[in-house]
């Protein structure tokens, strides 16, 4: 019963380190999300999957890339990392359109 | 002016006590409506969705108006366990996005 899985759940890098966090889901849901949270702020929609096969930006997409590599996974890199991507990053994943998400325990980044 | 907006709180209440909290949203084509709760530094749970007729899940009962274009969560015979942040989500438009407040903080004391 793993829902959404996330890995990394901590990481520490130096500025301008690049590393990707992993993102799976085993529900067969069809839409895939990565958001930010930072302390005291709502989720914040960096990059999001419709469908296997796209990706689209969300609210704060600089600094980072996606890759829907299957329906399963949805991965988010960070070429080059700064301090101000210092963050929660949770991702979630849908089923259908007018459906909730679930989400994923968590990756807490900090960068240095 | 936000999609979805929250009073922060926090709500601080006795254990046992109702608490009732509203969230408004700004587009009057929403369609879908759900609560979440977060934990303290842990990921967002759905807690129940909301339909057009309001809905009840043991303690906790959500309302739809549109008219007003606001949702309810009403909280009854709280527990410590309650003590959470709460998150209203709106689905609006025909992309694949949710619309995320930035939730209300209820406490629960003893």
């Known amino acids: 019963n793993a829902g959404v899985t996330q890995t990394p759940k901590f990481q520490v890098l130096k500025t301008g380190q690049s590393m990707t966090l992993q993102c799976a889901q085993d529900m067969n849901h069809n839409s895939m999300y990565w958001y930010r949270q930072d302390p005291g702020m709502g989720l914040r929609l960096i990059y999001y999957?419709?469908?296997?096969?796209?990706?689209d930006k969300g609210e704060v997409p600089n600094g980072y890339n996606v890759s829907r590599l299957n329906k399963r996974e949805f991965s988010l890199r960070l070429e080059s990392a700064a301090p101000s991507q210092t963050s929660v990053y949770f991702c979630?994943?849908?089923?259908?359109?007018?459906?909730?998400?679930?989400f994923g325990d968590g990756t807490r980044l900090s960068i240095l | 002016r936000k999609e979805v907006e929250q009073d922060p709180g926090p709500f601080n209440v006795p254990e046992g006590a109702t608490v009732a909290f509203n969230c408004t949203y700004s587009?009057?084509?929403?369609?879908?409506f759900f609560w979440y709760r977060q934990d303290c530094r842990k990921e967002p749970k759905l807690l129940m969705s909301v339909y057009s007729s309001g809905n009840e899940d043991g303690r906790f009962t959500a309302q739809l108006n549109r008219a007003s274009q606001y949702i309810s969560l009403l909280i009854r015979d709280s527990k410590l366990s309650d003590s959470a942040t709460y998150l209203c989500v709106v689905k609006t438009g025909n992309d694949y996005k949710l619309s995320f407040g930035a939730g209300t903080t209820v406490t629960v004391r003893a």
């Open positions: 999957s419709a469908s296997e096969g796209t990706t």
């Open positions: 587009n009057s084509a929403s369609q879908s």
């Open positions: 979630a994943s849908m089923p259908y359109q007018y459906q909730p998400q679930h």
